[in-house]
């Protein structure tokens, strides 16, 4: 009984040795009797035998502290102990932001004017449908920072600060861009690995361009909402006004200093 | 939260993804580096893919192959990034850029070779040049080769194939041909 033809398939599993011993031999056979695609095939075997020596020396290098992953699972399970220094360094922070002026109660005024309420609804109903996803929070992560903030840009159609709550505990996240009934806006996320996550909304305000904060509400979701230079911005959690209130006034600094 | 759902039960599930997924860490270095051609932005990639490993380990079918399993989810990221990285070519380092950092340096003859290789496989297509690394560095089967691809196993092959010829070409003839041009530099 004659042996079946003998594939390119063929070829390649002697390349990489995946061939019944059978095989192999009657492609040995093969290969024997016909030496230009023999010739060939020693080519790829010894592409092969090059290109796991090219890459070869990674494997030996000493893993970076950064993949390891008992330390990443780790980082994720518990609660961050936020080092002592950055909370001093927050609260100095605070302090010399208040003693400036920045953040004062004289700077609240309740939420009168549409676009701000409007603004708060928005950011509110970007918080209830991103913050509980466990899959996809965020589009795009805070590694690709600059794409975030490109996309943003583009869509919005002005660059968008990302700010940096760090210092206070909290890591950004990432973001995407979200609808809303006056066009696309930016939303960051930020989270202090303890499962409280922060969402801030930016948006184009037409009917008000500047506004001072204010607090608005919604059952246990507290926000407060400004505009600046045509811009809106709102800062929403489930966190007590108190400890949401310099936040939002760091974010407010951050993003005037950058413009 | 997820962060709670993840106590006692949790800690047995998190050996078990350290201890399958752990010594998978330099292979899956070795693969970034030779798509990425650059050690931090690689590492970034590898990085990036054990974050998402973590979150979505509870999420793997019972049985499924871990090894097949943590390469798709690094091969999906670096065609996302390359992808990226094509319409906005991104200023390379000259240290990082260098291909030497590849070859082993054990014998200088074949370092250059090897060089010539190296610089020779970032000429193929991304499809030819991944299989043809799955394959042949990594030692995936074809079967997971195509699962991490998710491609049918025929194509698998045909690229394979083509991989191979277009690779033996470019590295026959004249081996400057196999010298890239110079890399792409953002102009600023």
Not at chain 1, 90 to 102: D, E, I, K, Q, T
Not at chain 2, 40 to 60: K, N, P, Y
Not at chain 2, 81 to 106: K, M, V, W, Y
């Amino acid at each position: 009984m004659n042996p079946l033809p003998i594939t390119e398939d063929d070829l390649n599993g002697f390349v990489d040795g995946t061939l019944t011993p059978e095989r192999h031999a009657e492609v040995s056979a093969y290969l024997d009797a016909h030496p230009h695609i023999g010739r060939r095939i020693a080519v790829y075997g010894e592409q092969r035998d090059m290109l796991r020596d090219a890459f070869a020396p990674v494997m030996d290098e000493p893993v970076p502290t950064e993949l390891d992953l008992s330390r990443m699972i780790e980082e994720r399970r518990l609660p961050r102990q936020a080092p002592r220094w950055a909370m001093a360094a927050a609260a100095v922070l605070l302090l010399s932001v208040g003693a400036a002026g920045g953040w004062s109660l004289r700077d609240l005024s309740p939420p009168t004017s549409e676009g701000v309420q409007a603004l708060a609804r928005e950011a509110a109903a970007s918080y209830a449908t991103y913050v509980p996803d466990q899959v996809r929070p965020v589009e795009i992560r805070a590694s690709d920072r600059d794409v975030l903030a490109a996309w943003t840009a583009k869509r919005i159609g002005r660059p968008i600060g990302i700010p940096d709550l760090t210092a206070a505990g909290y890591r950004l996240m990432g973001g995407r861009v979200v609808p809303t009934e006056h066009g696309p806006a930016a939303l960051f996320m930020f989270d202090d690995d303890r499962g409280t996550r922060l969402v801030m909304l930016a948006r184009p305000m037409k009917a008000d361009p500047a506004l001072p904060m204010s607090p608005h509400t919604d059952g246990a979701l507290n926000g407060f909402a400004w505009a600046d230079d045509g811009l809106g911005y709102s800062l929403v959690g489930a966190v007590a006004p108190d400890r949401l209130h310099p936040l939002a006034d760091e974010l407010r600094r951050q993003i005037r200093s950058e413009a | 939260m997820g962060e709670a759902r993840l106590s006692s039960k949790g800690d047995t599930v998190n050996h078990e993804m350290v201890r399958l997924i752990e010594p998978l860490i330099p292979a899956l270095r070795r693969y970034a580096r030779a798509l990425m051609r650059e050690r931090t932005a690689a590492d970034d990639l590898v990085q990036d893919c054990l974050e998402r490993a973590i979150s979505r380990w509870h999420q793997r079918r019972p049985g499924e192959d871990p090894r097949a399993w943590i390469f798709t989810i690094l091969h999906n990221l670096a065609m996302t990034r390359l992808r990226r990285s094509t319409q906005r070519p991104i200023h390379i380092g000259l240290d990082d850029a260098d291909p030497a950092s590849f070859a082993s340096a054990a014998r200088q003859e074949d370092g250059l070779r090897c060089q010539d290789l190296v610089n020779a496989l970032a000429q193929l297509p991304d499809e030819q040049r991944t299989v043809l690394l799955l394959v042949t560095v990594e030692e995936l089967s074809y079967a997971d080769a195509a699962q991490v691809l998710g491609v049918p196993i025929g194509t698998v092959m045909s690229r394979l194939s083509r991989a191979r010829e277009r690779l033996a070409r470019l590295m026959s003839a004249d081996p400057r041909a196999a010298r890239p041009s110079p890399h792409l530099r953002s102009v600023k």
